[in-house]
């Protein structure tokens, strides 16, 4: 499929005010591009520096707004990722636009992420489209299968400049009694085989948990941060508490992957707010209860330690 490369800039608008540390920090900030950086300049600036970037799933504009005001207040580094629910009501295209509109004052350096990509054909439009990195998700798939996939992918993303993300084992929704955790033989054989950016690990968390107790293989991610040197990734990160975090960010681990924990922060603050509020605004309604998920994403910022780092 033949592709045409997109230019992220906008001409005629201002650059943000950046500080003294984020220019130093990420002195690859191209003129045109905004705040916009790959998601492997992202990871390799955490890893260096002991953190992990926070990755949140926006699914309204109203999400990736307070994402960055959240990132902005935190002087964090930020990901803000787009997945099925999203794109499903949305389409990938208004997804996709939604986002970078949020983002395109930002003062802070932020990617758009696409997030458990299956189908190459939406992986592609994302490409096209201009998002900072994307997610091939074969962690289904038969090991072989999911390194054959994912080079290709890797193939298109190299001429367009965009990062890949990739998983083996296998993150579960819920709670269930099967996991297949991630052992560092098998991801030295699929990053040898395939030179993706970032990998997504098993290690114990899973997909949609609302409590904060995911019983964590510590001893696991110990041993893949010594057998491996790419940046790892934390999904299904919602339900690690909050005393694991920052033991997970100082680990291998440079990104990290929250989805449910500040929706549910967001619909209850919601359904508080509605149910005192007498005006008519309702985005103006949507905002208030916002104000928790900013809260909410600042001291997970503060946990993840990618807070005050830019």
């Not at 005006?279 to 809260?295: N, P, V």
Request: include cysteine; proline fraction near 4%; glycine fraction near 8%.
């Amino acid at each position: 499929m033949r592709l045409e490369r997109r230019r992220l800039g906008r001409r005629g608008l201002p650059r943000p005010r950046l500080s003294s540390v984020a220019r130093a920090t990420f002195p690859n900030w191209l003129e045109g591009f905004m705040s916009r950086v790959s998601l492997a300049h992202l990871l390799q600036d955490a890893r260096r520096r002991d953190y992990a970037v926070p990755a949140f799933n926006a699914w309204t504009y109203q999400d990736a707004l307070a994402l960055v005001r959240a990132a902005e207040q935190a002087r964090s580094p930020l990901i803000i990722q787009t997945s099925g629910t999203c794109i499903r009501h949305n389409g990938l295209s208004f997804s996709y636009q939604m986002v970078e509109n949020a983002t395109r004052q930002a003062s802070i350096p932020v990617a758009i992420h696409l997030d458990h990509g299956q189908e190459r054909r939406l992986i592609f439009d994302a490409i096209r489209l201009g998002y900072d990195s994307v997610m091939y998700d074969g962690s289904m798939l038969p090991m072989d299968e999911n390194i054959e996939n994912t080079r290709l992918v890797k193939a298109v993303a190299d001429e367009y400049g965009v990062s890949v993300e990739a998983e083996i084992g296998h993150v579960e929704k819920g709670r269930g009694d099967h996991e297949v955790l991630t052992t560092p033989e098998e991801a030295q054989r699929f990053l040898a085989a395939t030179g993706v950016d970032a990998l997504a690990v098993a290690v114990g968390t899973r997909h949609g948990m609302q409590s904060h107790d995911a019983p964590l293989h510590f001893e696991t991610l110990d041993a893949l941060g010594s057998a491996l040197d790419t940046p790892l990734v934390l999904h299904g990160s919602s339900g690690v508490a909050d005393q694991d975090l920052p033991r997970v960010a100082r680990s291998l681990v440079c990104k990290i992957n929250i989805a449910t924990r500040l929706r549910d922060v967001f619909i209850q603050a919601l359904g508080e707010e509605a149910e005192a509020y007498t005006g008519s605004d309702h985005i103006a309604l949507m905002m208030r209860a916002h104000e928790a998920t900013i809260r909410e994403a600042m001291v997970l910022m503060g946990l993840m330690g990618s807070a005050g780092r830019c």
